[in-house]
């Protein structure tokens, strides 16, 4: 079963209305997770890293002030698309390190398609 | 440069028969990772096989092999006796050095279709 968790898996949203999207961890802690943004047939691009307890990391060219990423627990992050725009419409994957004794292991979220109007 | 190269934009294969999907990288790091990972049309990102720099093997996890030519720099997947579920994107992925997956690059995918 799915180990990381995303919601919602979709929506439409006017524009100039925030948007968030939830990743969680479902059974293990993650202190840090990645959001990725995919447009139609492209790949992924990382857009920023979720560090719990700590402000996120964020890739050359993406807007902090757009983007907003929230990791307050060990479980659960959050992007929120600010004053979102119809350009702003994409794939929106996550995903989570999940430590072992001997390795780590990233796992992804099933993504949320924004369609913003 | 990119730093993964998936030249097949898309692949059809005939149910039972074996694929392989291609993938080439670039770095001047010794240590690095690749990765394969499957998208169905649902979305999610499902990992499928991963093989190290300095792996002596080529990885292998069930019906999914590592064809890993270090010299070639090429990691690609080989999938044998095809299924019709096994139509998907397939994304290669690296990891170089040991700064975590947050160096991990995706290349632009392939669509494999697998008919009956």
């Known amino acids: 079963g799915a180990v990381v968790s995303q919601h919602p898996s979709w929506v439409i949203c006017k524009s100039g209305t925030s948007v968030k999207i939830e990743c969680r961890s479902l059974?293990?802690?993650?202190?840090?997770m990645f959001w990725y943004r995919q447009f139609p047939k492209q790949s992924l691009m990382l857009m920023a890293t979720?560090?719990?307890?700590?402000?996120?990391?964020?890739e050359q060219g993406v807007e902090k002030d757009k983007f907003l990423i929230n990791h307050a627990s060990l479980t659960l992050s959050t992007l929120t698309v600010t004053s979102a725009h119809p350009e702003d419409s994409s794939f929106y994957i996550c995903?989570?390190?999940?430590?072992?004794?001997?390795?780590?292991?990233?796992?992804f979220g099933s993504g949320t398609q924004l369609s913003v109007l | 440069a990119q730093k993964i190269t998936q030249t097949q934009p898309g692949m059809f294969v005939q149910e039972k028969e074996a694929v392989t999907l291609d993938c080439t990288y670039d770095?001047?790091?010794?240590?690095?990772?690749l990765f394969w990972y499957k998208q169905p049309s649902s979305g999610e990102m499902i990992f499928l096989i991963y093989?190290?720099?300095?792996?002596?093997q080529n990885a292998t996890e069930g019906r999914y092999s590592l064809n890993f030519q270090k010299a070639r720099k090429s990691a690609n997947l080989v999938i044998s006796a095809s299924q019709l579920g096994d139509s998907a994107m397939y994304f290669c992925?690296?990891?170089?050095?040991?700064?975590?997956?947050?160096?991990?690059?995706f290349g632009k995918g392939t669509m494999l279709l697998v008919s009956p």
């Open positions: 979720s560090n719990e307890g700590s402000k996120a990391t964020y």
């Open positions: 093989q190290g720099s300095y792996d002596q």
């Open positions: 992925a690296m990891r170089e050095g040991t700064t975590g997956y947050s160096t991990l690059t």
């Open positions: 995903s989570a390190i999940r430590q072992g004794r001997a390795n780590e292991k990233l796992f």
């Open positions: 770095t001047s790091d010794p240590s690095y990772g």
């Open positions: 059974d293990f802690q993650a202190t840090t």
